[in-house]
């Protein structure tokens, strides 16, 4: 999960990573069928969202992750915007965070308590381009590569040849 944790790059080791990317179209026939027996959406159908014009999975699942921690923390920060239909546990209108809202909002936002909930309610998309990562690292070996000679105050450089032989510049 590169979001969440990154990609490691230690000292020591060259680094390559390749970012490969598949394409995914659906017939645009099939949207006459049923969300529910296709099993993914397009992204005008975008019924239950309140916050984009667009859908797509990650865009579901982050309205509908506001929506749960909302009701939950009683409020939506400042610059979430804000949805007025919405009730929260108590039966109470949306309102705007103060600070402890804040941090029950942003904690809550962290755990993905309100992503897992919302997983079979957003469906894939019906058209997407996925993209994988994949790293893999060989040990640098300075010595095959470079070698300073130091001449006097100053330091020479040496490379290998295709031969193999060192070249001192």
Known sequence: DIKGSGIDIHTGYETTIRINYQEL???????????SRRKCKFVD???????????????CLFDC?????EKECGCRPWDFPINL????????????????GNTCFN?????????????????PDCNAVKYTISVEKTPFNPEKICRLERV???FKKATLDDG??????
């Open 85 to 100: 239909n919405l009730k929260n546990k108590l039966g109470e209108q949306s309102r705007i965070c103060d600070y402890f």
């Open 45 to 59: 159908e975008n019924d239950q969202m309140t916050v984009f014009k667009w859908y797509s999975r990650v865009n």
């Open 152 to 154: 006097g105050k100053a």
């Open 25 to 35: 179209y659906s017939d645009p026939s099939i949207q006459s069928i049923e969300t």
């Open 65 to 69: 992750s506001m929506k749960i921690i």
């Open 107 to 123: 904690s809550l936002m962290k755990t993905n308590l309100g992503e897992k909930h919302c997983l079979d309610m957003c469906q």
């Open 164 to 169: 193999k032989n060192m070249q001192w510049s």
